[in-house]
């Protein structure tokens, strides 16, 4: 029986380990969750004084998760080679990409990319000088060979080269793109619809000289990308956090920010 009981033990005591490590390595409130995200005015999802929708969910998150989130932002670029080295837990907001995919990890389900996961859906739209000569119908560009600005890092920069356009990326802040459209440096912008839409509304003068083509670029789901560190670590518990992800989302609470915007 003294045997039986120590195999018994004995086969019992790693699954017990195993449990027990696994149950440390979830919600830990001292030991926050560690997200990066960009630096610069994304509206209505970030702003500089801490406002914004992604802030809000986060901070509803952390009641369901029963873990701290703290937020450093960077320059995006910096902020996906913090993701890549593991320096962070996760980086948000980000659309999919297949390089991304090659250091990070997106929400997934049967081996496919997991949308009801996300944390929003946003578009993008060209925003052109009026009365320009650039032409957009949903299939082809024309820019009469001038560049379209974007912002460094963003993804709209590999559609737009697929579009046979050239792109000048040179600068992360939305407001410098506008400006460089203004100045006549780029044919158009390719700007974050809403985010273009709140940088003309907060500047009358330039409202007056440019305006959104339509149809928009296009639109697309937007991510929590969690670090292949964490996920290796504990794997239920990275889904446990985009699960938390698409609760808050659909919340009565957020749905009523989402809807009260202007």
Not at 42 to 68: I, T
Not at 162 to 190: F, N, Q, S
Not at 225 to 254: G, P
């Amino acid at each position: 029986m003294a045997n039986a009981y120590g195999q018994t033990m004995r086969r019992g005591v790693p699954a017990l380990l195993l449990c027990l490590l696994s149950t440390s390595l979830q919600a830990q409130p001292d030991v926050p969750l560690r997200l990066c995200t960009e630096d610069e005015d994304s509206y209505p999802w970030l702003l500089k004084d801490g406002r914004g929708l992604n802030y809000l969910m986060l901070r509803l998150m952390e009641a369901r998760l029963g873990q701290r989130i703290l937020v450093e932002r960077q320059p995006w670029r910096r902020c996906l080679q913090s993701l890549r080295d593991n320096l962070v837990d996760g980086a948000f907001k980000a659309s999919f990409s297949t390089e991304r995919q090659a250091y990070a990890h997106y929400p997934m389900r049967d081996g496919r990319l997991d949308d009801s996961r996300r944390m929003l859906t946003d578009s993008y739209h060209l925003f052109r000088r009026k009365g320009s000569a650039v032409r957009w119908d949903g299939q082809r560009l024309e820019t009469g060979g001038e560049p379209v600005g974007a912002q460094s890092g963003f993804s709209i920069a590999v559609l737009l080269q697929g579009l046979r356009v050239p792109v000048d990326d040179g600068t992360k802040v939305a407001d410098a793109v506008m400006v460089k459209l203004l100045r006549e440096r780029v044919a158009a912008a390719a700007l974050q619809t809403q985010q273009g839409d709140y940088l003309l509304a907060r500047q009358p003068e330039w409202a007056a000289q440019v305006e959104r083509l339509e149809p928009p670029l296009v639109a697309k789901p937007y991510f929590l990308l969690l670090s292949r560190a964490l996920v290796a670590r504990d794997a239920r518990w990275a889904e446990r956090i985009w699960d938390a992800v698409a609760e808050v989302r659909e919340s009565s609470e957020y749905q009523h920010a989402l809807q009260r915007l202007p």
